[in-house]
């Protein structure tokens, strides 16, 4: 870890540490990250691993994946779980991703609140669920099965959404906070995802940054994203824009730091541009810890 990014630590928000500013563990950066060494190498705190890409027995991505150990904390992060589904939880899956655990000693992990696919067919998106009591209740018995069984952490993140269902009877924040407090998890905050949805669906996103239990954030994700005009995809695949910047700063002004990360999946830039990014919400960070210790 970069120690020119290191800063007192504030209280740990679940017991989970604070790691700073990490970004995404991607294929066309392994070599400048494997490869070039400190001070030629930019510098991250951390990086998310997207767990799918080494549920494996070994090869290539498990020997990548053990590099990036001896270097840096790796956090989980999963596009599988579906948490939302109806279909039972899938045993082979949580098993595999225990392994994993037992390899990457990440302190939590976390997936999308969402459903996946239905009657054995995974559509490979990640689906909005309908914000209703019965919904809730669903979710939280199975976030607290999922806890158990992995025994870290849960993080419930805020999907990007496209459509909203007639069904619904609360905010996407408000059951959003009733799964986290009923299930006693924690929240991945996905800024970008929140300003994408208001755009989408015309609320005010100011409101669901402030509607949340702060106290269970314990990681935020930044991210790019494509305008067509009418609507926003959350496509990753940009720089962060400056409303979304703005939000991020009203979140940490309200939870403290948390550890933060870019993500950035397609048009994927140089790794020096992607830690400029990363630079630029350490510098919020430390502007805002700044001015909540004076």
Same mark, same amino acid.
């Given at each position: 870890?970069?120690?020119?990014?290191?800063?007192?630590?504030?209280?740990?928000?679940?017991?989970?540490?604070?790691?700073?500013?990490?970004?995404?563990?991607?294929?066309?950066?392994?070599?400048?990250? $494997?490869?070039?060494?400190?001070?030629?190498?930019?510098?991250?705190?951390?990086?998310?691993?997207?767990?799918?890409?080494?549920?494996?027995?070994?090869?290539?991505?498990?020997?990548?994946?053990?590099?990036?150990?001896?270097?840096?904390?790796? #956090?989980?992060?999963?596009?599988?779980?579906? #948490?939302?589904?109806?279909?039972?939880?899938?045993?082979? /899956?949580?098993?595999?991703?225990?392994?994993?655990?037992?390899?990457?000693?990440?302190?939590?992990?976390?997936?999308?609140?969402?459903?996946?696919?239905?009657?054995?067919?995974?559509?490979?998106?990640?689906?909005?669920?309908?914000?209703?009591?019965? @919904?809730?209740?669903?979710?939280?018995?199975?976030?607290?099965?999922?806890?158990?069984?992995?025994?870290?952490?849960?993080?419930?993140?805020?999907?990007?959404? /496209?459509?909203?269902?007639?069904?619904?009877?609360?905010?996407?924040?408000?059951?959003?906070?009733? #799964?986290?407090?009923? @299930?006693?998890?924690?929240?991945?905050?996905?800024?970008?995802?929140? +300003?994408?949805?208001?755009?989408?669906?015309?609320?005010?996103?100011?409101? $669901?940054?402030?509607?949340?239990?702060?106290?269970?954030?314990?990681? #935020?994700?930044?991210?790019?994203?494509?305008?067509?005009?009418?609507?926003?995809?959350?496509?990753?695949?940009?720089?962060?824009?400056?409303?979304?910047?703005?939000? +991020?700063?009203?979140?940490?002004?309200?939870?403290?730091?948390?550890?933060?990360?870019?993500?950035?999946?397609?048009?994927?830039?140089? $790794?020096?541009?992607?830690?400029?990014?990363?630079?630029?919400?350490?510098?919020?960070?430390?502007?805002?810890?700044?001015?909540?210790?004076?």
């Amino acid at each position: 870890m970069d120690g020119e990014h290191k800063q007192s630590t504030p209280p740990p928000r679940l017991g989970l540490p604070d790691f700073g500013v990490g970004v995404g563990l991607r294929i066309p950066h392994y070599a400048t990250i $494997f490869e070039q060494s400190p001070p030629d190498r930019p510098d991250v705190d951390w990086f998310e691993i997207i767990s799918e890409n080494f549920m494996v027995g070994g090869g290539l991505p498990r020997k990548n994946l053990d590099r990036a150990l001896e270097r840096y904390p790796l #956090i989980q992060h999963g596009v599988s779980l579906s #948490i939302g589904s109806t279909e039972p939880l899938d045993r082979d /899956y949580l098993v595999r991703l225990k392994a994993l655990l037992r390899t990457t000693k990440s302190p939590w992990l976390s997936d999308h609140l969402c459903w996946t696919g239905a009657h054995g067919v995974n559509l490979h998106d990640l689906l909005p669920l309908p914000y209703t009591e019965q @919904a809730a209740d669903h979710v939280i018995a199975r976030a607290r099965q999922v806890q158990d069984f992995l025994e870290v952490p849960l993080l419930i993140e805020n999907v990007s959404s /496209y459509l909203t269902y007639t069904a619904s009877t609360m905010s996407e924040w408000a059951f959003l906070t009733r #799964i986290a407090e009923g @299930a006693d998890c924690g929240l991945l905050l996905d800024v970008n995802n929140i +300003y994408v949805s208001s755009y989408n669906h015309g609320f005010d996103p100011n409101a $669901f940054v402030d509607g949340v239990p702060h106290h269970r954030v314990a990681q #935020i994700h930044l991210a790019g994203h494509t305008n067509f005009g009418d609507y926003i995809i959350d496509t990753h695949s940009d720089h962060v824009i400056d409303p979304v910047w703005a939000l +991020y700063r009203r979140a940490i002004e309200r939870t403290g730091p948390v550890s933060t990360l870019i993500e950035w999946d397609d048009d994927i830039p140089s $790794f020096a541009e992607l830690c400029a990014e990363a630079d630029k919400a350490r510098v919020i960070r430390d502007e805002v810890s700044r001015a909540r210790a004076a």
